[in-house]
């Protein structure tokens, strides 16, 4: 036997030994108790509630503060809105989740709409903290909100708030649809009214497609959303389709400016909306349209409000909050 | 040259070599130190009283006299996120020193590193392609090891593009490696262009971190890494040999063919593996090898171990940086090693050869 071949086997006795000496102690050391992977699919499977949640989801923050279930919340993110004033610590939730905080905090379970990698995941799960995922794949509508909401009410054993929130939304997208397919149409001159939703123009025209909850307020609503003929999700429309649907309505995000689409080489120059300013920018609502969630009624009264000029009258919200929900001027 | 001369000669040849050595201790202890201070970088502070307990209580036997004053928090950041990171760096910054060194052996080529012989793409397009099309065929590491099953195949196929008459000219498969890595990287494009949505996914994946780095996947990475580096290792006589051509090589009686098979197969595998769970670190598998010959001269006996704690010694600092340089925000370590490391080289090159060094 040669020198090198003792060498070799040695150096593999030697990592073996230590290799599983530090396997032993980890799997010792690791969470006896393995966390979950929650979603609106699974439901609620724990056979526990959860009492210190980190929410990395602003849609999810302001639910749990309806739902009564707040003073669970241990950790929450740099995107949170509702309720103001948060104390709350905030968690670093981009480009990664920080684990070091999360571990900090003691959580029992992390709540989210991103894709984190499955790594960091694991690592959750192997220290005993559910994972409660909020994304959708076929797209986030009401539908989807209100199964978030009953999962969110049986996770923190507010069920039945969960049940009042979903029979104020259902009564309201009936009010507000039904009223809207009443609102006159003719100022716009031809009908289905057409509109557009302009979310960015960061290396494009920025819009929401089909299968978007931003989609869901232009179909209650009763306007045409021309984007959801191309697409789905939220993407970058080709300037062409703007130009050849021409939008009679526009909404527009707080970053857009104004003055942009009628210059020179936009593909909303020609456009009715822009012809007859018919352009309406979010701002104390503005964050209804990036968060999925009951307060989504809002923004599609908003809508109505300032394309309609019509006020619709929503039922009360069911639950006594300290903080309005209700962030638009009209009420 | 009389007796006295050449004893004078044998001495300080002898001293060269310890050294050499004094070197190679002095850098395997900055790198122990390297990992310990380490343990103190993150977003949660740890007084260092309960990082002693926590490292004690990792010890077999001497755990049971070590007091238990730390929380579970603090024992679970350091257990199971900061040691498998730093250690993830160790792994992952030796295999790419060490697989630069053995090829730049190879190729003879001062500005050649693992990656270019299609590794760096091969791994991308394996892991945008699991981002992309939503693979789960091996569970939530799929991403990983479609990476490490791609960086490899991609490896393979150069190899056998640029095998003519059993034969592997070191050109020939640099200019193969170059031109499949840039047809590979157009797929990876392409991928990307049909769903914008997961750009941002795969981008974080193409800068690196060591961030998603637990003990599951870093036990048989570090493995695989051991194993291909000592089998590198033992291959630093026909490396020397090689780099001084192929001819000479073949005149004192190596294999050429078997050792640049073997070599580029064990870089390969190590450096696949790596980069699996890391994504793609540059920099490091084509300057640590440079800094080692600075420092120990052209010898891969040398070079090779020095590459490798260099390599290690540098992905952890830079590590550190990415952690602690934004307070709660790890910045892709990519960034880093490119940001920091290039002023770094060029500082110890002018430093330590007076601009002399021919690499």
């Not at chain 2, 949660?44 to 001497?62: A, H, M, T």
């Not at chain 2, 791609?150 to 020939?172: D, N």
Request: glycine share 8%; proline share 4%; aromatic share 12%.
């Amino acid at each position: 036997m040669n020198s090198h071949l003792k060498i070799g086997i040695a150096v593999v006795v030697v990592l073996a030994v230590v290799v599983g000496g530090v396997v032993i102690y980890h799997e010792n050391t690791a969470a006896k108790v393995k966390g979950e992977i929650i979603t609106i699919n699974t439901g609620d499977n724990l056979q526990h509630k959860l009492t210190k949640i980190v929410s990395l989801d602003p849609a999810a923050t302001a639910t749990l503060y309806a739902l009564g279930a707040y003073n669970y919340i241990v950790g929450g993110n740099s995107y949170d809105s509702y309720p103001p004033n948060e104390s709350l610590p905030n968690i670093t939730d981009y480009p990664s989740m920080d684990l070091e905080q999360i571990f900090n905090l003691s959580a029992d379970a992390v709540i989210s709409f991103a894709n984190y990698s499955g790594a960091q995941i694991s690592q959750l799960l192997n220290n005993g903290i559910d994972y409660v995922f909020l994304s959708a794949d076929g797209g986030v509508n009401f539908s989807v909100i209100e199964k978030q909401n009953t999962l969110l009410g049986e996770l923190t054993g507010t069920g039945a708030n969960a049940t009042l929130i979903n029979q104020w939304m259902n009564s309201s997208l009936s009010t507000l649809h039904s009223d809207a397919l009443g609102y006159d149409q003719s100022e716009y001159n031809s009908t289905p009214l057409r509109g557009f939703y302009y979310l960015s123009s960061e290396g494009g025209y920025w819009t929401a497609g089909n299968s978007t909850f931003v989609n869901s307020y232009f179909e209650y609503a009763d306007v045409v959303n021309i984007a959801a003929a191309y697409d789905t999700g939220f993407y970058s429309i080709n300037p062409e389709n703007i130009l050849n649907d021409s939008p009679q309505v526009m909404i527009l995000d707080n970053s857009i400016n104004v003055s942009s689409l009628n210059s020179s080489g936009s593909p909303f120059q020609s456009s009715p909306a822009v012809l007859n300013d018919k352009l309406y920018t979010t701002t104390a609502n503005e964050n209804m349209f990036s968060e999925p969630n009951f307060r989504d009624i809002f923004a599609i009264q908003w809508i109505i409000y300032v394309v309609y000029g019509q006020n619709p009258a929503l039922p009360s919200f069911p639950i006594n909050l300290t903080y309005n929900p209700n962030p638009n001027e009209v009420s | 040259m009389n007796v006295t001369e050449n004893e004078r000669v044998k001495a300080f040849v002898q001293r060269r070599r310890e050294m050499k050595y004094i070197w190679i201790g002095f850098l395997f202890l900055l790198l122990i130190i390297t990992i310990l201070l380490s343990d103190f970088v993150g977003s949660v502070r740890i007084p260092i009283l309960n990082l002693l307990e926590i490292y004690g209580s990792q010890i077999p036997f001497l755990s049971n006299f070590v007091p238990h004053g730390y929380t579970l928090a603090q024992e679970q950041i350091i257990v199971q996120l900061r040691e498998p990171e730093i250690l993830g760096g160790v792994v992952i910054g030796a295999s790419l020193g060490i697989g630069g060194a053995a090829i730049q052996s190879i190729f003879r080529n001062p500005i050649t590193e693992p990656y270019i012989i299609g590794l760096s793409s091969g791994a991308s397009l394996g892991a945008v392609s699991s981002i992309v099309l939503g693979l789960t065929i091996f569970g939530i590491y799929t991403q990983q090891i479609t990476a490490f099953i791609f960086g490899l195949s991609i490896v393979f196929i150069v190899y056998f593009f640029a095998l003519k008459g059993g034969r592997i000219h070191p050109t020939y498969l640099l200019l193969t490696g170059v031109a499949v890595s840039f047809f590979v990287s157009a797929l990876v494009a392409l991928l990307l262009f049909t769903n914008i949505n997961l750009q941002g996914e795969a981008f974080f994946w193409l800068l690196g971190s060591l961030e998603n780095i637990n003990w599951t996947v870093l036990y048989p990475v570090a493995i695989v890494v051991l194993i291909t580096s000592y089998a590198i290792y033992l291959q630093h006589r026909e490396l020397d040999a090689i780099q001084m051509g192929d001819m000479h090589a073949r005149s004192v009686g190596v294999n050429v063919e078997r050792t640049k098979r073997i070599t580029i197969f064990m870089v390969a595998l190590g450096v696949s593996a790596s980069v699996s769970i890391s994504g793609l670190i540059g920099f490091v598998g084509l300057v640590m090898p440079h800094l080692s010959r600075m420092l120990l001269g052209g010898s891969n006996k040398h070079v090779i171990p020095a590459s490798g704690i260099l390599g290690a010694i540098f992905l952890i600092c830079a590590d550190d940086i990415a952690r602690g340089i934004v307070p709660g925000i790890v910045v892709p370590i990519g960034i880093v090693t490119g940001i920091i490391g290039v002023p770094f080289l060029m500082y110890f090159m002018r430093k330590l050869t007076g601009g002399k060094y021919e690499g």
